[in-house]
């Protein structure tokens, strides 16, 4: 079955980047999406890439696949305060045709001023 | 623009009775998919809607069961709940089954 793992915990200083990982098992995912998770609310979509892409960047925001060793990062340029939160990695496998999400158990980025 | 809305915020409810969770689609999304957070994990999808009909479904018991309206907002039901069913529900609409998902606030059910 699909199994996404992260590491727990980040922390960083403001205004440095932060890097967030993710590796995943199906390699018949299409979406491979990034989430983050404000304390007490729910998931608010950030940014997602299509498998047959390596690079998309977002303003502060770049997203590197790397699909032969099924693995996936975050980049936060510049991180602020703000960006502290949980963020989760999540892949929508080809052939289920529900498009459900597979989770990781999430990384919760402290950003130290 | 309305976003997706769902209620209550928070239940409180007793092992063995019943709950009825509610979720309303964002605006022009015909699709709307459930998922269960437990403390400290990422969630876990239970099943999705897609116009009125259940369109796949993970890994939970029939005690978790689903509809959908004709405007497109969804009900959760669980039944007969037992204390490892305390959790964040989530619901998260899109438009279509395969398109982006857009999650509400959530439910934070208890269960004693």
């Known amino acids: 079955g699909e199994d996404v793992e992260q590491s727990l915990f980040l922390s960083v200083r403001e205004g440095d980047s932060s890097v967030i990982n993710c590796t995943y098992t199906d390699s018949s995912s299409t979406y491979l999406y990034w989430y983050k998770q404000e304390p007490g609310a729910g998931l608010q979509l950030l940014t997602y890439?299509?498998?047959?892409?390596d690079m998309k960047q977002d303003q502060r925001l770049t997203v590197l696949l790397n699909k032969k060793d099924k693995h996936l990062s975050l980049r936060i340029a510049d991180t602020q305060t703000g960006d502290s939160a949980i963020y989760f990695c999540?892949?929508?496998?080809?052939?289920?045709?529900?498009?459900?999400?597979?989770f990781g158990t999430g990384t919760r980025l402290t950003v130290i001023p | 623009e309305t976003g997706v809305t769902q209620s209550p915020t928070h239940l409180i409810k007793t092992r063995g009775q019943q709950v009825t969770l509610r979720c309303s689609s964002q605006?022009?999304?015909?699709?709307v998919s459930w998922y269960q957070q437990a403390l400290g994990q990422g969630p876990q999808f239970i099943f999705q809607?897609?116009?009125?009909?259940?369109?796949g479904r993970g890994n939970f018991p029939p005690r978790f069961s689903g509809l959908q309206f004709p405007n497109y907002s969804s009900e959760l039901n669980v039944n007969a709940l037992e204390l490892d069913d305390s959790a964040l529900y989530l619901c998260?609409?899109?438009?279509?089954?395969?398109?982006?998902?857009?999650f509400g606030p959530g439910t934070r059910l208890t269960v004693t």
């Open positions: 809607y897609y116009r009125e009909e259940e369109n």
């Open positions: 890439i299509f498998s047959n892409m």
């Open positions: 999540a892949e929508s496998p080809l052939l289920t045709g529900a498009n459900n999400l597979f």
């Open positions: 998260a609409s899109s438009v279509d089954r395969g398109g982006e998902q857009y």
């Open positions: 605006s022009g999304h015909n699709t």
